[in-house]
């Protein structure tokens, strides 16, 4: 870096003068860590890459802990910096600037000569808490936090960090079941306090440009991570925390959900209603009543009710033989009138109070303890239930209440008090299960849906829900920001219950509104109050119709998700992108939060109001990086400018980036008989896209870590126009151990006016060329098909 870039970040954060109190005493470097020592403590500064640096006060008297719950990267190989001056120190990587002011004593972070924030007052000891404190610039828009509805802009708010449901919440909701300690910020980068322990995220809510951390106990530990794009920004904080396993191929499908199915009867029969009507489905999942007739006094059983489910294992595999996988239900909570309560007590599994004896007190559900998964014995018998019930078939594990929805700060746990443990509960459980089947069913990805988690909680292949919804129009506007807002901080499966979940609202057309959103929702999951049924089969003739279609539509689609679940493995890439992914700088997009991207190829406007039935338009706004086309018209909207496009009963607006591949197979009653023998292959021509690249990944759906393994096949597809010639070429590459097979592809080129048509230099001889374009493509393994259309 210049002297002169070194001395414009040293002025422009003089006015950021730090706690006046703190004086620099000294500084070490050794050991990849810079090690300043001040009046009241000490900081070790760390690199982890040359994007992500780690910060950590020690305050005098105390020993520093290095132990975290949510990074689990190992500190790259950094080419690092350091330089001193009479009144500075500063640490260089190839992006990050971190610089010491000696006196008065300040730290400051920029990115490639951009300031970024400042520590404020820094460390601050309070009576009852512990702050870091920090300034911003009052330009930035703050995202993260966790899941929340407050609209996409967060600054202004101070956000409780203690994990707790919102029941039946519509268009506002500041406090939800995941608090994550991360903030975003417009100006490229995050800040992710790395402490479990409860507290408040303050994103300047007394309007001084001030940042503040507050927290019980604990750590006092940040990381500053930066990006190029918002796309790298991600990357490099899941890079940190942890990346989501590949899910099951079946997870992409439809569920069958609600609360709930009482008997093995009522399931069985409802999948038989899913066939009669060609409905597609992949599981089904059972709410509490698998384990007892009543919702009150039976939590904890954790045991088949024999009564209502007289043959469970039976029930299971006739479901497995038809491709539809089941799902159960679990809660940490035993209840003192649960059968596993007494066996609970003696095996000494649960938190306890002061005097060592198991903490109870009283919830919704009945008089209660909790497992304490911190303890060895606890999650070893917890993993004893769920191995016993995999066992028996079960293919997916809901993870229930699990913020905890009850949890007095009297429980302790093996890892210390509740209020310091609360919000890693959920996180910890879903490790639990993902650890176990790990080691005992290692062939098997595990489904674990669940609705608290912790920075780092998508590592464990946690599918995050957004919670008791309202069944209402409300309810169903604040979906995509918790969606959109969790992808960016890495939990990229966030979804809701599709059509609502809480209360008696009867209305179709929201049904249907909410259906057609989640065909591009990371997880397409209908499921309610049993007041009305949650299921696309018990719907009237002309909804299920409606709501049919939707689903057909989901399964179509089921190559081009499957390989944006490969680039969020890979990548951390989220499903559901914010529109700013694609103008960063446009302050008009920072705040949209109801349009989104799904993956590259789709912008997605969804209906979140009631339309009557006179004609409706709706005024969407097209990114200016390309052209794009109406999914069901075809219709050309030019990108950088907003049109009026008309509403439609049967589909919401959707449409394909000008120069993508769309990937598609025919509908399928569920993923058992997916295969790319036989695919269509969409592509969206262009004139003014000169090259573009799209890609489909394939595995068999259920190895885990198949990609690495080398049991995988990449169909990449590529397109060169040079204004009278369009070509398209077809190539792939096959892992080490997977076996590659022939392919019948049907590529439908759309918005493409043909004069000739060749493939593999023939030339095609057509009646007609319709739109769009229908090509025909026998692809033997190993072969590079090409097409090329003068036009």
Not at 30 to 58: A, W
Not at 98 to 123: A, M, Q, W
Not at 145 to 160: D, E, I, K, Q, V
Not at 730 to 744: E, H, I, M, R
Request: charged share 20%; glycine share 8%.
């Amino acid at each position: 870096m210049s002297k002169k870039i070194l001395f414009l970040l040293l002025v422009s954060s003089l006015a950021f003068a730090q706690n006046a109190n703190r004086n620099y005493l000294s500084h070490s470097w050794k050991n990849n860590q810079l090690e300043i020592k001040t009046s009241d403590g000490t900081y070790r500064i760390k690199p982890y890459s040359d994007k992500i640096i780690e910060t950590s006060f020690v305050p005098n008297g105390e020993l520093f802990n290095p132990n975290s719950h949510a990074v689990i990267k190992t500190p790259e190989k950094v080419k690092t910096t350091v330089s001193k001056t009479a009144n500075s120190v500063s640490l260089f990587t190839n992006n990050i600037t971190v610089v010491i002011n000696k006196s008065p004593f300040r730290i400051t972070y920029s990115n490639n000569g951009k300031v970024l924030l400042s520590e404020k007052n820094g460390y601050i000891k309070k009576d009852s808490t512990e702050v870091l404190q920090f300034n911003l610039d009052n330009s930035e828009i703050l995202f993260g936090g966790g899941a929340r509805a407050l609209g996409m802009n967060r600054r202004g708010n101070r956000l409780a960090l203690y994990n707790r449901a919102h029941y039946g919440y519509e268009t506002k909701a500041e406090l939800m079941n995941f608090c994550i300690p991360l903030v975003l910020s417009s100006k490229l980068y995050a800040v992710h306090f790395d402490n479990a322990a409860i507290g408040h995220l303050d994103l300047d809510s007394k309007k001084n440009n001030t940042l503040e951390y507050e927290t019980i106990s604990g750590r006092k530990t940040y990381q500053v991570i930066v990006g190029d794009t918002w796309e790298d920004l991600v990357t490099n904080y899941t890079d940190l925390t942890g990346k989501q396993p590949m899910p099951a191929r079946w997870t992409l499908g439809n569920f069958s959900s609600r609360f709930g199915y009482h008997t093995q009867e009522e399931v069985e029969k409802t999948i038989n209603r899913f066939n009669a009507d060609g409905i597609p489905v992949d599981a089904i999942i059972l709410d509490l009543y698998w384990f007892g007739k009543t919702v009150q006094g039976t939590m904890g059983n954790l045991e088949w009710d024999k009564d209502q489910f007289p043959n469970p294992e039976k029930m299971i595999a006739d479901l497995k033989a038809k491709g539809v996988k089941t799902i159960l239900i679990t809660e940490p909570f035993i209840l003192t009138t649960s059968s596993k309560w007494q066996e609970a007590v003696d095996k000494k599994i649960l938190v306890t109070d002061k005097t060592g004896k198991p903490a109870t007190w009283d919830f919704y559900f009945g008089n209660t303890s909790v497992v304490d998964i911190f303890n060895p014995e606890g999650n070893q018998w917890f993993w004893n239930v769920y191995k016993r019930l995999i066992n028996q078939g079960v293919g997916g594990m809901w993870g229930d209440l699990g913020e905890p929805e009850v949890f007095p700060s009297k429980a302790m746990t093996a890892a210390g008090k509740a209020d310091e443990v609360h919000n890693i509960y959920g996180h910890n459980w879903a490790k639990l299960i993902a650890d176990g089947y790990q080691r005992d069913f290692p062939n098997q990805r595990p489904f674990i849906l669940m609705r608290a988690g912790y920075s780092g909680s998508q590592r464990f292949g946690m599918m995050p829900w957004s919670g008791d919804v309202s069944r209402s129009w409300g309810g169903l506007q604040s979906q995509m920001e918790i969606a959109m807002q969790m992808g960016m901080q890495g939990m990229a499966y966030m979804h809701s219950d599709l059509g609502g979940f809480a209360g008696d609202y009867f209305d179709n057309e929201l049904y249907l509104r909410w259906l057609q959103y989640g065909v591009f929702n990371p997880i397409f999951r209908p499921h309610a109050q049993e007041d009305v049924a949650s299921e696309v089969t018990y719907k009237d003739v002309h909804t299920k119709a409606k709501a049919k279609k939707a689903v057909e539509l989901r399964y179509q689609l089921m190559p081009y998700n499957y390989t944006l679940a490969f680039d969020n493995n890979q990548k951390g890439t989220p499903l559901m992108r914010p529109l700013f992914f694609e103008e960063p700088t446009n302050e008009k997009l920072l705040n949209e939060k109801e349009s989104y991207l799904w993956g590259n190829a789709f912008l997605v406007k969804p209906i979140t109001n009631s339309i009557g039935p006179e004609p409706t338009y709706h005024e969407i706004y097209f990114p200016k990086s390309n052209n794009w086309f109406d999914f069901y018209t075809g219709e050309k909207h030019f990108g950088g400018k907003s049109d009026f496009v008309k509403i439609e009963e049967d589909h919401i607006p959707t449409f394909v980036r000008g120069g993508s591949f769309v990937p598609m197979i025919e509908t399928i009653q569920n993923t058992s008989k997916y295969s790319l023998e036989n695919f269509n292959l969409h592509f969206y021509f262009d004139e003014t896209v000169k090259s573009s690249t799209g890609k489909l990944y394939n595995d068999n759906g259920e190895t885990p870590q198949a990609f690495e393994k080398g049991q995988y096949e990449m169909l990449n597809f590529n397109s060169n126009n040079n204004g009278k010639e369009l070509v398209i070429k077809l190539t792939s590459t096959v892992g080490k151990n997977y076996t590659a097979t022939d392919k019948t592809v049907s590529v439908l080129i759309h918005n493409c006016k043909a004069k000739r048509i060749f493939v593999n230099s023939q030339e095609m001889v057509f009646k007609t060329f319709n739109e769009p374009l229908q090509i025909p493509i026998t692809w033997k393994k190993g072969t590079t098909p090409e097409i090329k259309i003068e036009y």
